[in-house]
Structure formats: structure tokens, C-alpha cells
């Protein structure tokens, strides 16, 4: 017995298609989820503290080894 193609054709085309480009509500709720969880935990200043921390760190520690050799 043979596949009536034309049926599945149709049903595979039919599914409906999300991207983000259409405004899919479930990636725009995650979106926002994430940016309220970045600002809400100010994640941007904390990034900015430790970059500075590590920067004078390393400052400290290779001046350090310039002072040696």
C-alpha cells in the first residue's frame, strides 16, 4: 500500500514556524527575564569592580617581577 505524499506534504508545511525575528513571545520573555536578572544583580558594576581588581592585581604583581629580574 502506498503514502498518500500530498497528505504528508501538506501536515509537514502546515507546522507553524517561531523565530525571534516574528516577536516570539516565549524568547522575548526570556529575554527580559535575563535583563532584569543583569540589572537586578547590578552583574554590569560587579563585572566593572572585579575587572579593575584584577587589573591592579596584575599591575602590582608585575611590577613586582620587574623590580627581581
Not at 508545511?13 to 517561531?18: A, K
Not at 526570556?30 to 592585581?57: D, G, P, W
Request: aromatic share 10%; charged share 15%.
Amino acid at each position: 500500500m502506498k503514502a498518500n505524499t500530498n497528505n504528508a506534504e501538506a501536515s509537514l508545511f502546515s507546522v507553524i514556524f517561531h523565530s525571534t525575528f516574528g516577536g516570539n513571545p516565549l524568547a522575548s520573555a526570556v529575554a527580559i527575564a535575563s535583563l532584569e536578572v543583569i540589572k537586578n544583580e547590578k552583574l554590569v558594576e560587579r563585572y566593572q569592580m572585579l575587572c579593575k581588581l584584577i587589573l591592579s592585581l596584575y599591575t602590582c604583581y608585575n611590577t613586582d617581577l620587574n623590580k627581581k629580574y
